[in-house]
């Protein structure tokens, strides 16, 4: 199972931009899914995720701005980032908890990250 994220890029602080990120390969169920951040010199950070069920997180710095979302049909997350800062900036990483089979638990799979950069 490898998750593919996509979408990232350089935006103009105040814009807008639109990650996704879905798994591919063979597996039973996706649970959990989110989005991480990790920016030049600092440590990885949650920046949002929700549960199969819908319900969601997320970091205070990015409240009101981002939102998460996903279509279990198509197994994909979203993260709709607006009114973008430059202290966004930041590698981030798609993050989904997969059942490859449905007698096995869960493990945390990471995408290979997609690099967002906001200019001033």
């Known amino acids: 199972v490898q998750l593919q994220a996509s979408g990232g890029g350089l935006v103009q602080a105040g814009g807008s931009l639109r990650l996704s990120c879905a798994p591919s390969?063979?597996?039973?169920?996706?649970?959990?899914m989110g989005w991480y951040r990790q920016a030049l010199g600092k440590q990885r950070e949650l920046v949002a995720v929700?549960?199969?069920?819908?319900?969601?997180n997320y970091a205070e710095s990015v409240k009101g701005r981002f939102t998460i979302s996903r279509d279990n049909a198509k197994n994909t997350v979203y993260l709709q980032m607006n009114s973008l800062k430059p202290e966004d900036t930041a590698v981030y990483y798609c993050?989904?908890?997969?059942?490859?089979?449905?007698?096995?638990?869960?493990?945390?799979?990471w995408g290979q990250g997609t690099l967002v950069t906001v200019s001033s």
């Open positions: 993050y989904a908890n997969i059942r490859e089979t449905m007698w096995k638990p869960g493990y945390d799979y």
């Open positions: 390969g063979s597996f039973a169920s996706v649970n959990g």
């Open positions: 929700i549960s199969s069920g819908g319900s969601t």
